[in-house]
């Protein structure tokens, strides 16, 4: 069976209600939370991709049990202190940089070395970011080529607690320490620029001892040692992330609508919406709710008549890292040049998604200006793409994937796009949405 998905229709006007699958982020760290409770943690819309997979793999590995009884994942924790560390582990994070960097917190303590690798893209980003300050605590680490996987981490059984000045806007760095924090006797304190807050909302709910200050660049967050988990049954909202691709593509075709349902709208991933909207693209928030400390709502998104271009605040980076592939399409059918700065982490992701975002939309016609870290893009609000264009070699990024295959059903062009099951990643059944906003396609009246 062919790896290429061939594209040569854009899609017609659709009104649709879907849902997308769990949360990414909420998943991997539901397991790792699960793992570590003191009792049986169970989840329903636990998002079933290879990024999970691999999580749930993981804490497998350090003794813990996991079932799947029909559409329910179960986690039998062991208490704080309950992975079983053995000789020769090595733990295999796959394409996921929030596993590889969140456990790599949890294992400070280990009595054995651990082993972490991962596939080529994830083997290619920057660990040292996270390795420098888990070191402080007392663990030591081994790098490929100083900053690399594969890496092995050497526990210690005297760990100190650390002050962490965290500058880049990572989630995954600030929750790593917050993990090695709850490990430690004493206070832990993080000062992290603005960045996806799951991993203290979910501290949060369960009564761990931390604290949280927001200022207005930064948070600050002091951690205790944890002595005790309770079990947490969560339903898994759905990701914001895989909502993008069907916010942007519904916001790009004539006379649509869509309504995705149950989304997580946690205010630090809203950025795309933020920045949509500032574009003029119709976004309401319908039926909202708070579930476990998060923001819940249905997602509801119209066709845009015109799009305006924006010179976009980096204010809002943080919030939308995940989605500026997807966002810069959207600037492409703008009327005027959109400016958009100090993104170099979109160089740090599962492929150099910055070079990308110029690739993709120079071959569909673009003028784009980059430099290594802003990116100006020439909007063309009459664009249509009629040539043929081809997606390969990059790292099977599934982002990159889905964001072609979003181009190519708004602008037309006959695209050939490789490695299609880089979704497997975070949205293995987004192909199967597609097909179903192609059948809807003019059945229901568009108001």
Not at 55 to 66: D, E, F, T
Not at 84 to 113: C, D, F, H, Q, V
Request: aromatic share 8%; hydrophobic share 35%.
């Amino acid at each position: 069976m062919s790896n290429t998905l061939v594209i040569k229709n854009r899609v017609k006007s659709f009104v649709k209600t879907i849902v997308v699958p769990g949360d990414k982020s909420l998943s991997i760290r539901w397991t790792l939370f699960a793992s570590l409770a003191t009792g049986v943690s169970s989840a329903s819309n636990l998002l079933i991709s290879e990024d999970v997979l691999a999580s749930i793999k993981a804490v497998k590995q350090l003794g813990i049990k996991v079932n799947f009884k029909k559409d329910k994942c179960y986690i039998s924790g062991k208490g704080i202190d309950g992975y079983k560390y053995k000789k020769n582990i090595t733990i295999n994070a796959e394409n996921s940089g929030t596993l590889g960097r969140l456990i790599l917190g949890l294992l400070i303590n280990t009595k054995y070395p651990i082993k972490i690798i991962g596939d080529t893209s994830l083997s290619k980003r920057d660990f040292s970011r996270i390795t420098e300050p888990l070191s402080k605590f007392g663990a030591q680490f081994k790098l490929n080529k100083g900053k690399n996987l594969p890496l092995t981490i050497f526990g210690s059984q005297k760990l100190k607690p650390i002050k962490y000045t965290e500058k880049k806007g990572s989630a995954q760095c600030k929750s790593s320490v917050l993990f090695g924090g709850m490990r430690v006797n004493g206070t832990t304190i993080i000062k992290a620029k603005k960045s996806r807050n799951h991993t203290e909302i979910l501290c949060k709910y369960l009564n761990l001892p931390i604290s949280v200050k927001t200022r207005r660049k930064q948070d600050e967050i002091k951690i205790n040692k944890v002595k005790n988990i309770k079990p947490l049954n969560y339903n898994i909202p759905s990701d914001i992330s895989s909502s993008a691709f069907f916010i942007v593509l519904t916001a790009l075709s004539n006379n649509s609508e869509i309504i995705i349902k149950n989304v997580n709208v946690n205010p630090s991933r809203t950025g795309i919406i933020t920045i949509l909207k500032k574009m003029g693209v119709s976004i309401i928030f319908k039926n909202k709710k708070i579930y476990k400390g998060e923001k819940i709502a249905d997602i509801k998104v119209k066709s845009a008549n015109s799009i305006n271009s924006i010179n976009c605040p980096s204010k809002f980076n943080s919030g939308a890292i995940d989605e500026f592939l997807i966002i810069f399409l959207v600037a492409a059918k703008a009327s005027g040049i959109s400016y958009f700065k100090k993104l170099a982490e979109l160089n740090q992701k599962e492929s150099p998604r910055l070079k990308w975002a110029k690739r993709i939309l120079t071959k569909m016609g673009i003028k784009t200006i980059t430099t290594k870290d802003s990116i100006k893009i020439y909007g063309n609000p009459k664009l249509k793409v009629k040539n043929k264009i081809l997606i390969k070699n990059y790292l099977k990024d599934h982002r990159v994937f889905m964001t072609s295959v979003i181009a190519a059903l708004s602008f037309g062009g006959e695209w050939n796009i490789h490695d299609k099951d880089s979704i497997k990643t975070s949205f293995p059944n987004f192909l199967k949405i597609i097909d179903e906003l192609k059948k809807n396609a003019k059945k229901k009246k568009y108001n």
